[in-house]
C-alpha cells in the first residue's frame, strides 16, 4: 500500500513568512508524529498526535510552530514568521501505535526540505 | 528522560559483522530500544525494536544486557548498501511520548 507521503518536497520561502507542511499518513495509522532534521544533525523530535489529539506539543521549538491534525488522518506543520534557522527537512512518520501504548515501528516519509531565504 | 550516546561513525568492510553500541544510562522502565538506518536524502528506516535480552529479525540482532543501560546492533555479512547513519532512540511509553535520537552512527562499509 501506499506509504506516508509529505508535500511539498521542497520549499523555499522568505524570512517573515508563514509556511504550511503536510503530512499524509498511513491509512490506518493512529499515531503521527513531526521532527526535524537540520544538515549533518540527528532528528529531533516536535510533536506526537495520537488520533486528533496531540499528548506531547513539547518539542515544538517556539511559539511560531503549531501543528493540527484533522479527521485522524493528515497533519499540518505550521511556521509562522519563518526564521533562517527554520531551515531543516521536516519528516512526518506514523504508526498502528494505541494511545497509552509502547512504542513501535514508525514509517517515514521522505521529508519537505525547507529553506528560508 | 534517557539521553543515549553512539560512536560518531565506524568502518567496515564487505562480508564483515557490525556491531554499534549505544549507551542510554539514564533509561526508564518502560523504555523500549529501536533502532533506525537512515540513507541520504530519505527518512529512517526502522531496523529492530527490543525491551531485554536478545531480539532477532532478518537483518540483524539486538543485545541488550540485564541492566539496559545500554545495547548493541549486530549487523551480520554487511554489504556497501549498509552504508548508512543508524540511530538508537530510547522513548517512554504511556501517553506521553518524548523520543530522543542519538547523534547516530555513519557506518561505512568499504569494497
Known amino acids: 500500500g501506499a506509504g506516508v507521503s509529505q508535500s511539498p518536497s521542497n520549499k523555499v520561502t522568505e524570512k517573515g513568512k508563514d509556511v504550511e507542511l503536510r503530512c499524509d499518513p498511513i491509512?490506518?495509522?493512529?499515531?503521527l508524529y513531526w521532527y526535524r532534521q537540520s544538515l549533518g544533525q540527528g532528528l529531533e523530535f516536535l510533536i506526537y498526535?495520537?488520533?486528533?489529539?496531540?499528548?506531547?506539543k513539547s518539542g515544538l521549538p517556539s511559539d511560531r510552530f503549531s501543528a493540527e491534525r484533522t479527521g485522524g488522518s493528515v497533519s499540518t506543520l505550521t511556521i509562522q514568521r519563518t526564521q533562517q534557522e527554520d531551515s531543516a527537512v521536516y519528516l512526518c512518520?506514523?504508526?498502528?501505535?494505541?494511545?497509552?501504548?509502547?512504542?513501535?515501528?514508525?514509517?517515514f516519509g521522505p521529508g519537505t526540505r525547507l529553506t528560508v531565504l | 528522560l534517557a539521553k543515549t550516546t553512539q560512536p560518531i561513525s565506524m568502518d567496515s568492510y564487505e562480508g564483515q559483522e557490525v556491531n554499534i553500541t549505544c549507551s542510554h544510562n539514564?533509561?526508564?522502565?518502560?523504555?523500549?530500544i529501536t533502532w533506525y538506518q537512515q540513507f541520504p536524502s530519505q527518512g529512517p528506516r526502522f531496523i529492530i525494536q527490543g525491551y531485554k535480552t536478545k531480539v532477532t529479525n532478518e537483518v540483524a540482532s539486538l543485545f541488550i544486557p540485564a541492566d539496559r543501560k545500554s545495547s548493541t546492533l549486530s549487523l551480520p555479512r554487511v554489504s556497501l548498501s549498509d552504508t548508512a547513519v543508524y540511530y538508537c532512540l530510547v522513548g517512554v511509553g504511556g501517553a506521553t511520548n518524548k523520543l530522543i535520537f542519538g547523534t547516530g552512527t555513519l557506518l561505512a562499509v568499504q569494497p
Open positions: 512518520a506514523s504508526s498502528l501505535r494505541l494511545a497509552g501504548g509502547p512504542i513501535d515501528e514508525q514509517f
Open positions: 491509512s490506518g495509522h493512529t499515531a
Open positions: 539514564n533509561i526508564a522502565t518502560n523504555d523500549y
Open positions: 498526535f495520537q488520533g486528533n489529539s496531540a499528548p506531547d
